[in-house]
T-cell receptor, first 111, second 113 residues
Framework: DAKTTQPPSMDCAEGRAANLPCNHS???????VYWYRQIHSQGPQYIIH???NNETNEMASLIITEDRKSSTLILPHATLRDTAVYYCIVRVATNAGKSTFGDGTTLTVKP | DVKVTQSSRYLVKRTGEKVFLECVQD?????MFWYRQDPGLGLRLIYFSYDVKMKEKGDIPEGYSVSREKKERFSLILESASTNQTSMYLC????????????FGQGTRLTVV
């Protein structure tokens, strides 16, 4: 699986959009970008995934650059409950859900 | 609501003890995983299973074994616990197929003294 690089921490004001970047410059053509988050003392939670098109669901939007070397997870209206560690993962579709989790980005949403 | 349940949130064991961590999922998933999470090292895959009685080593299997006798249950076994196995252990499951997302349990914080 391709390696990802994320900033260690970010702050965001409550109610504003949180934009979390991820660099995956060595991504292969058959690898997808997944995002998970882990709220303190809980297991990771799936957020969204995509291949090359932008994706949106009820939790977030995922923007993948045209060259697929980076992506941004957008939480459109961050709340205090979105404070968590966010993990960007790149993996092939066929690996049965195995994932390599790095250190992620600690997002702190402030009132 | 989908659920992955780990038998204990907190566990304290002595060095040399045999330790069993149990995980049950109610989603009829084929795949199950055990990870450990340590500060600065992220989540690391210990073992995974893609079917009953089937298992494959992950990135750090040394010192661990697993058992999957039933589809819904995946056990992690520490044959002789050591202090360097003090960690947060996370179980996950996923469906068979392409682009499956993993569902995680709440984690078991194991301390070996």
């Amino acid at each position: 699986d391709a390696k990802t690089t994320q900033p260690p921490s970010m702050d965001c004001a409550e109610g504003r959009a949180a934009n979390l970047p991820c660099n995956h410059s060595t991504i292969s053509g058959n690898e997808y970008v997944y995002w998970y988050r882990q709220i303190h003392s809980q297991g990771p939670q799936y957020i969204i995934h995509g291949l090359k098109n932008n994706e949106t669901n009820e939790m977030a939007s995922l923007i993948i650059t045209e060259d697929r070397k980076s992506s941004t997870l957008i939480l459109p209206h961050a709340t205090l409950r979105d404070t968590a560690v966010y993990y960007c993962i790149v993996r092939v579709a066929t690996n049965a859900g195995k994932s390599t989790f790095g250190d992620g980005t600690t997002l702190t949403v402030k009132p | 609501d989908v659920k992955v349940t780990q038998s204990s949130r907190y566990l304290v064991k002595r060095t040399g003890e045999k330790v069993f961590l149990e995980c049950v999922q109610d989603m009829d998933h084929e795949n199950m995983f055990w990870y450990r999470q340590d500060p600065g090292l992220g989540l690391r895959l210990i073992y995974f299973s893609y079917d009953v009685k089937m298992k494959e080593k992950g990135d750090i299997p040394e010192g661990y074994s697993v058992s999957r006798e039933k589809k819904e249950r995946f056990s992690l076994i520490l044959e002789s616990a050591s202090t360097n196995q003090t960690s947060m252990y996370l179980c996950a499951s996923s469906k068979e197929g392409l682009n499956t997302e993993a569902f995680f349990g709440q984690g078991t914080r194991l301390t070996v003294v």
